[in-house]
């Protein structure tokens, strides 16, 4: 084997090798990585329904859709709501006149996020009064997206809780 074969076989391996770890980083950044967090809750074991305020960030290149959200309780699954309604709402009053009113909205399902990119907001579960609430600070979901299910995750419920406003 000469010098200029030597040289020609390392420049092909060299290349190899980059071309093999482009498409490595690319495979990585592009992958389904979604990150989920519940920031703060309101559950009352005497109402039929368990509000979370949650955070979901897309650490991944290409947009995600999350098309799904299922709590499980006792290998049950239970369905967010999926079209927006009033979970809390506020009037502030000066005599008999309303100052103010703020009206929070559950999330709409599918919910869009762009590539690199996070979003958050009320995510509510209707719970039928057979189903027995969790007593542990963990709860299970699974979370369909237009990529896939992502399997099983447990999420760790946090100390806060929403402060919870007059329904009017």
């Known amino acids: ?18 071309g093999f770890s482009s498409w490595f980083y690319m495979w990585l950044k592009s992958r389904l990585n979604i990150r989920i967090r519940i ?3 309101l559950i009352k074991s005497r ?22 959200i299922n709590l499980i309780i006792e ?24 100052t103010n009113q703020e009206k929070h909205y559950s999330m709409e399902i599918p919910i869009n996020i762009p590539a690199l990119s996070a979003t958050s907001g009320y995510v509510l579960f209707p719970v039928g009064p057979d189903i027995q609430l969790p007593s542990s600070n963990i709860l299970s979901f699974e979370v369909h997206t237009n990529r896939g299910v992502i399997d099983r995750i447990a999420l760790q419920l946090p100390a806060a809780n929403l402060v ?3 329904d009017n």
């Open 39 to 41: 920031l703060s809750k």
């Open 164 to 166: 919870p406003m007059e």
């Open 47 to 68: 109402t039929n329904f368990i509000l979370l305020y949650m955070s979901f960030s897309n650490e991944s290149t290409l947009p995600v859709a999350i098309t799904a």
């Open 1 to 18: 084997m000469t010098t200029f074969d030597m040289i020609s076989i390392t420049i092909s391996i060299i290349g190899l090798l980059g």
């Open 75 to 98: 290998d049950k699954p239970i369905h967010c709501l999926e079209v927006p309604d009033i979970v809390l709402s506020r009037t502030s009053r000066s005599g008999s006149t309303v």
